[in-house]
């Protein structure tokens, strides 16, 4: 595992000790990273996140959000409908919604529903890619970043957690929401100047 990789990782399971919230996670087995590498074409980053780290019950809740990643076990269902045809077979094209078959559901809002996806067409030379969220229930699929990489996306819920403490998070008062997404933003354009501009987060 690289060192930006290990580092959010560390960040990430500080941040859940500290904020007292239960989490489980664990290690995906080498034999299913392959075939979800072969069938999904996830970047290398991202499936040493799920050697390490698999989230088999993870969630990061604040003020404005609620993100549940998803474990290993879950990742090929859930490309169902989306990037995967009810065969199991990986889409050709885009879906009469715009989903592209690149685009491969790690997460989900659980306030709003809305996917939290990697876009594996753009991995980088690190075996990477960003990652973005978009709105559900419409009529096209509109990608919004959220992390321009992965282990910066993995930071990136560190510092929300971290930033939660102060606040009350089942308190969802506009006022308590501006306050938060204030306080979040400086500590996100440290690693991710990108993210901040593209206002998902702030």
């Not at 980053?45 to 404005?64: G, K, M």
């Not at 077979?89 to 996917?115: F, K, M, N, Q, Y």
Request: hydrophobic residues 40%.
């Amino acid at each position: 595992m690289d060192s930006d990789l290990s580092e959010s990782i560390s960040a990430l399971r500080t941040a859940l000790e500290k904020s007292g919230r239960d989490a489980t996670l664990g290690q995906a087995p080498a034999s299913l990273l392959s075939a979800l590498k072969e069938k999904l074409r996830l970047p290398r980053r991202y499936r040493s996140f799920l050697s390490a780290c698999d989230p088999i019950d993870l969630e990061v809740a604040t003020p404005i959000e609620r993100v549940c990643l998803l474990s290993a076990g879950h990742l090929e269902n859930e490309q169902i409908g989306f990037a995967l045809e009810p065969s199991g077979e990986l889409r050709t094209g885009l879906s009469d919604t715009g989903w592209r078959p690149e685009w491969v559901i790690i997460g989900h809002s659980a306030l709003l529903g809305d996917p939290y996806f990697l876009d594996v067409s753009r991995a980088d030379a690190e075996g990477d890619c960003p990652v973005y969220t978009a709105m559900s229930g419409t009529d096209l699929w509109q990608p919004k970043l959220c992390a321009s990489t992965f282990a910066t996306f993995v930071r990136i819920l560190a510092i929300n957690l971290d930033v939660a403490r102060d606040f009350d998070i089942d308190d969802y008062d506009a006022d308590n929401e501006r306050v938060f997404r204030e306080s979040v933003a400086p500590r996100i354009r440290e690693y991710d100047p990108a993210a901040v501009k593209a206002g998902h987060w702030t």
